[in-house]
């Protein structure tokens, strides 16, 4: 450095061109700096088998998706090489619990993490067996040596809204007779849902006008199905819902949805093998004509 300054005051005295000045001043410059970026590392510990001393970039490994499925929790540990360059080589796994669940995660993570230059006796030098242990499991922030396991899933939406998960649903069916009279009614029920989707414990809490849709309502909820509604990774069982059927005039502010609303022209003739089996339970019914309890005349 003192040839450097002594060439940058002859270059002053001499009156060389000003671009020649500019050089000799950046490299004293470039010098002094790296003569006090010495001095300072000089000053902090030495920690050549901290796997994090140096590190410029680290990189989480993968969770694979064994891991995430089963929940698993663990350690995988592991040596390293660092080149005098300040690349990761020779990735050799000492530990692991459970046994290989990480491995794989763990040396192509590694391989991509890198250091700055360490340094002895004044020249870039190569750090042999660095230890490091990677964690896994619940809980956590994620670290350059902890993967926390990803958040079980849960079902958006609110499950007491009728149609959160709503898989299928029968179209409303508007009565015959109340179509051509231009009846309009609603009826409101309470039910259950098992924890895989289906409609149980179905029970009418008011109709409008009383009686006349509570059975055309009943048979269409029976018919609807649920996807699972899960918290935290776990199907629930959704008790007291409540779901509201319109028939003929829609009030104000209610929804048009066809599972739950028949309009007076939404009317529908039954089928040869209902309107059988409606006149086994009922003899009194003839052939010909349609079922009393489908509100057809």
Request: proline share 7%.
């Amino acid at each position: 450095m003192a040839s450097m300054y002594m060439l940058y005051c002859i270059s002053i005295n001499m009156g060389y061109s000003g671009m020649l000045k500019s050089v000799f001043s950046r490299a004293l410059i470039s010098i002094v700096a790296m003569s006090v970026s010495a001095s300072a590392m000089a000053d902090e510990p030495q920690r050549p088998l901290d796997p994090m001393w140096q590190n410029s970039a680290c990189v989480n490994p993968m969770m694979p998706r064994l891991v995430i499925k089963k929940r698993l929790t663990g350690h995988t540990s592991a040596l390293f090489d660092i080149t005098d360059d300040g690349k990761v080589k020779n990735i050799r796994i000492t530990d692991s619990e459970p046994k290989g669940a990480m491995d794989g995660a763990v040396k192509r993570a590694l391989k991509r993490w890198s250091y700055f230059l360490y340094f002895e006796d004044g020249y870039a030098a190569p750090r042999k067996d660095v230890p490091i242990t990677f964690t896994f499991g619940e809980g956590g922030d994620a670290t350059c040596t902890h993967i926390p396991l990803p958040e079980l899933p849960s079902t958006a939406g609110d499950p007491v809204d009728p149609y959160v998960q709503l898989k299928q649903c029968t179209m409303l069916v508007m009565q015959q007779k109340e179509a051509r009279k231009e009846i309009s009614g609603s009826v409101t029920l309470r039910y259950d849902i098992s924890k895989d989707g289906k409609v149980e414990n179905i029970q009418v809490v008011k109709s409008t006008p009383e009686g006349v849709f509570d059975d055309n309502a009943q048979r269409a909820l029976e018919r609807w199905k649920y996807h699972e509604f899960k918290i935290a990774g776990e199907p629930i069982e959704r008790p007291d819902m409540q779901v509201d059927f319109f028939f003929g005039a829609l009030p104000d502010g209610a929804s048009d949805n066809r599972c739950g609303y028949a309009p007076w022209d939404a009317t529908n003739v039954i089928t040869a093998m209902e309107f059988e089996e409606e006149r086994q339970q009922k003899p009194g019914v003839k052939v010909g004509r349609p079922s009393p309890s489908h509100g057809k005349n």
